[in-house]
C-alpha cells in the first residue's frame, strides 16, 4: 500500500489513522486493552471527564531513524509523568508497562504513517486518560478509558529555527498555587485558551505567564516551558511547583551540562531582569525549541539574541536534541526505545 500524504507539508492536525489502543479500567482494575479500528469514544453522558475534567493527556513523538528504522523518546516519562497526574486526579494510575507496550503497539500498527527521515516529521502519539461512568455528583469516576492515537506530523519549523515573539500576561494565569499547573490536564489549557487568543490577536506567538502568587517571576508558555541562556554562557530555567513539568526541558538541562559544558540550573528566572539572558527559547515535544526573538512586558520589549536569527547555543541544543531524537547523535542511556516493526 503507497499512501498519498505530502510528507513534506504535514501540520500539526488530527488524522484519522487506522489503529489506536484502548484499555478500560473498571471494578478497579485495568483489562488488557488492545487495539481498534474505532476512532470514536463510546462514554456516558454523565462522565466525570465531561463535566469536572478529570481527565489527563500526554504527548509523546515516534520518529524514523536514517537507517529507516522507528524509535520513541523517553516515553517512560511521558508514564511516569501520567502517573503523577492521575494521583493528583485521584485516578488510577496507567502502568508503566501498559502505557509503552500500548505506544509501541499503536505506533507498529500504524508504522507505514511515521514520516521518512528526511521530511523531518514524526508522529505524534496522545495519550489520553479519562474518568467515565454514571457519577453525576462531584467525587471521582469508578470507571477509566485509557486510550493512545496518533497521527503524522510535520516539522514546526519548514525554513528552518526562526524566533518568534511572545507577551508576558498579567491579567490571567494559567494556574493557580498549589493548583493542577505541574498536571498536564485539559483544564489548564481551557484557562489558557482566551489569553492565547488575545496574545495571538495582537500577533504574538503566545503568552508568557507569571508566577500566580506574585507576578514576577517567568513560569511558562501556555504549552512550552522557558528556558534563557544567560550572558555568561548558563542554561537557566524557572523552577515552580505551579511549571508542567516539560520532558524536553529535563533532557535539554541534561544536554546543556553533559553534551555542550554549561552550566545548567533551575531557579528564579525575575521578569524585570531579562537583560542578564542572551539567548531564550520556548521548549516542548510539539515544536522542541521554539527560539525567542523578543517578549513584551507591560511597556518594556525585550530582544534576546535577535528578532530574526537564532543564537548559536539555542542552534546547538536544538541540533543536539533533534539528533537524538532522530538517532543521528549517541542518546543518552535508556532515552530511545525501538519499536521492532516486520516490514
Ligand atoms: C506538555 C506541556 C509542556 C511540554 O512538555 P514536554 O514533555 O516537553 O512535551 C509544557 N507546558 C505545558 C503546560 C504542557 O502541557
Given at each position: 500500500?503507497?499512501?498519498?500524504?505530502?510528507?513534506?507539508?504535514?501540520?500539526?492536525?488530527?488524522?484519522?489513522?487506522?489503529y489506536?489502543?484502548?484499555?478500560?479500567?473498571?471494578?478497579?482494575?485495568?483489562?488488557?486493552?488492545?487495539?481498534?479500528?474505532?476512532?470514536?469514544?463510546?462514554?456516558?453522558?454523565?462522565?466525570?471527564?465531561?463535566?469536572?475534567?478529570q481527565?489527563?493527556?500526554?504527548?509523546?513523538?515516534?520518529?524514523?531513524t536514517?537507517s529507516?528504522?522507528?524509535?520513541?523518546?523517553?516515553?517512560?516519562?511521558?508514564?511516569?509523568?501520567?502517573?503523577?497526574t492521575?494521583?493528583?486526579?485521584?485516578?488510577?494510575?496507567?502502568?508503566?508497562?501498559?502505557?509503552?507496550?500500548?505506544?509501541?503497539?499503536?505506533?507498529?500498527?500504524?508504522?507505514?504513517?511515521?514520516?521518512?527521515?528526511?521530511?523531518?516529521?514524526?508522529?505524534?502519539?496522545?495519550?489520553?486518560?479519562?474518568?467515565?461512568?454514571?457519577?453525576?455528583?462531584?467525587?471521582?469516576a469508578q470507571?477509566y478509558?485509557?486510550?493512545?492515537?496518533?497521527?503524522?506530523?510535520?516539522n514546526?519549523?519548514?525554513?528552518?529555527l526562526?524566533?518568534?515573539?511572545?507577551?508576558?500576561?498579567?491579567?490571567?494565569?494559567?494556574?493557580?498555587?498549589?493548583?493542577?499547573?505541574?498536571?498536564?490536564?485539559?483544564g489548564?489549557?481551557?484557562?489558557?485558551?482566551?489569553?492565547?487568543?488575545?496574545?495571538?490577536?495582537?500577533?504574538?506567538?503566545?503568552?508568557?505567564?507569571?508566577?500566580?502568587?506574585?507576578?514576577?517571576?517567568?513560569?511558562?508558555?501556555?504549552?512550552a516551558?522557558?528556558f534563557?541562556?544567560?550572558?555568561?554562557?548558563?542554561?537557566?530555567?524557572?523552577?515552580?511547583p505551579?511549571?508542567?513539568?516539560?520532558?524536553?526541558k529535563?533532557?535539554?538541562?541534561?544536554?546543556?551540562?553533559?553534551?555542550?559544558?554549561?552550566?545548567?540550573s533551575?531557579?528564579?528566572?525575575?521578569?524585570?531582569?531579562?537583560?542578564?539572558?542572551?539567548?531564550?527559547?520556548?521548549?516542548?515535544?510539539?515544536?522542541?525549541?521554539?527560539?525567542?526573538?523578543?517578549?513584551q512586558?507591560?511597556?518594556?520589549?525585550?530582544v534576546?539574541?535577535?528578532?530574526t536569527?537564532?543564537?548559536?547555543?539555542?542552534?546547538?541544543?536544538?541540533n543536539?536534541?533533534?539528533?537524538?531524537?532522530?538517532?543521528?547523535?549517541?542518546?543518552?542511556?535508556?532515552?530511545?526505545y525501538k519499536?521492532?516493526?516486520?516490514?
Amino acid at each position: 500500500m503507497t499512501l498519498n500524504i505530502d510528507w513534506e507539508n504535514l501540520g500539526f492536525t488530527y488524522m484519522n489513522l487506522p489503529y489506536r489502543f484502548i484499555a478500560h479500567f473498571k471494578d478497579g482494575q485495568w483489562d488488557n486493552g488492545g487495539l481498534t479500528e474505532d476512532a470514536t469514544l463510546h462514554l456516558s453522558e454523565s462522565s466525570p471527564a465531561l463535566h469536572y475534567g478529570q481527565q489527563a493527556f500526554e504527548g509523546l513523538k515516534a520518529y524514523r531513524t536514517k537507517s529507516c528504522e522507528i524509535q520513541l523518546f523517553r516515553p517512560d516519562q511521558n508514564a511516569e509523568r501520567l502517573q503523577r497526574t492521575a494521583r493528583r486526579l485521584l485516578m488510577p494510575e496507567v502502568p508503566t508497562e501498559l502505557f509503552i507496550n500500548a505506544a509501541k503497539a499503536v505506533v507498529k500498527a500504524n508504522h507505514q504513517y511515521v514520516p521518512p527521515y528526511e521530511s523531518g516529521g514524526s508522529l505524534y502519539l496522545r495519550p489520553l486518560l479519562i474518568g467515565v461512568g454514571d457519577v453525576i455528583g462531584v467525587q471521582p469516576a469508578q470507571e477509566y478509558i485509557f486510550t493512545i492515537f496518533a497521527m503524522p506530523v510535520g516539522n514546526y519549523f519548514k525554513g528552518g529555527l526562526t524566533p518568534t515573539n511572545f507577551i508576558v500576561s498579567r491579567d490571567f494565569d494559567r494556574a493557580a498555587p498549589h493548583g493542577t499547573g505541574a498536571a498536564k490536564v485539559g483544564g489548564n489549557y481551557a484557562a489558557s485558551l482566551l489569553p492565547g487568543q488575545k496574545a495571538h490577536d495582537a500577533g504574538y506567538s503566545d503568552v508568557i505567564y507569571l508566577d500566580p502568587a506574585t507576578h514576577t517571576k517567568i513560569e511558562e508558555v501556555g504549552s512550552a516551558n522557558f528556558f534563557g541562556i544567560t550572558k555568561d554562557n548558563e542554561f537557566v530555567t524557572p523552577l515552580s511547583p505551579s511549571i508542567l513539568p516539560s520532558i524536553t526541558k529535563y533532557s535539554l538541562l541534561y544536554l546543556a551540562e553533559h553534551r555542550l559544558g554549561l552550566k545548567a540550573s533551575e531557579g528564579d528566572v525575575y521578569v524585570d531582569d531579562l537583560e542578564k539572558f542572551s539567548e531564550a527559547g520556548a521548549c516542548g515535544t510539539a515544536a522542541v525549541i521554539s527560539p525567542i526573538g523578543g517578549i513584551q512586558n507591560g511597556d518594556n520589549y525585550h530582544v534576546f539574541y535577535s528578532e530574526t536569527e537564532v543564537g548559536p547555543i539555542t542552534r546547538q541544543l536544538y541540533n543536539e536534541l533533534v539528533g537524538i531524537q532522530k538517532g543521528d547523535v549517541t542518546a543518552p542511556e535508556g532515552w530511545i526505545y525501538k519499536v521492532e516493526i516486520d516490514e
